[in-house]
Nanobody
Framework: QVHLVESGGGLVQAGGSPRLSCAAS????????LGWFRQAPGKEREFVAR????????YYGDAALGRFTISRDYAKNTVFLQMTSLKLEDTGVYYC????????????????WGQGTQVTVSS
């Protein structure tokens, strides 16, 4: 089993640039794709970004493209989400997740999840 722990969330002003981190432990040799999702109250969980753990290739959802960057520190089993130009609609709980090679953008394709970290954007 893969264990994931997010950090870096909090209260951020609009236009800010926080960086979220996700530390992985356990059976880290069993996952191939790391992703970030977010969820606002009353809304469905939304795909933000994903990255190939071994190769580093990245893919972004529409809301993240051009503003967020996903990356990983392979040696430290950590994945990051660098967020820039935050908007009020970016508010939500951000989750990291791990899945197999075929994982795309559906939450059901990811097998392991962290508990999430709250990001609140204020003006």
């Amino acid at each position: 089993q893969v264990h994931l722990v997010e950090s870096g969330g909090g209260l951020v002003q609009a236009g800010g640039s926080p960086r979220l981190s996700c530390a992985a432990s356990g059976r880290t040799d069993s996952f191939y794709t790391l992703g970030w999702f977010r969820q606002a109250p009353g809304k469905e969980r939304e795909f933000v970004a994903r990255i190939s753990w071994k190769l580093g290739g990245a893919y972004y959802g529409d809301a993240a493209l051009g503003r967020f960057t996903i990356s990983r520190d392979y040696a430290k089993n950590t994945v990051f989400l660098q967020m820039t130009s935050l908007k009020l609609e970016d508010t939500g709980v951000y989750y990291c997740a791990a899945g197999p090679e075929g994982s795309s953008r559906s939450p059901s394709q990811f097998r392991s999840w962290g508990q999430g970290t709250q990001v609140t954007v204020s003006s």
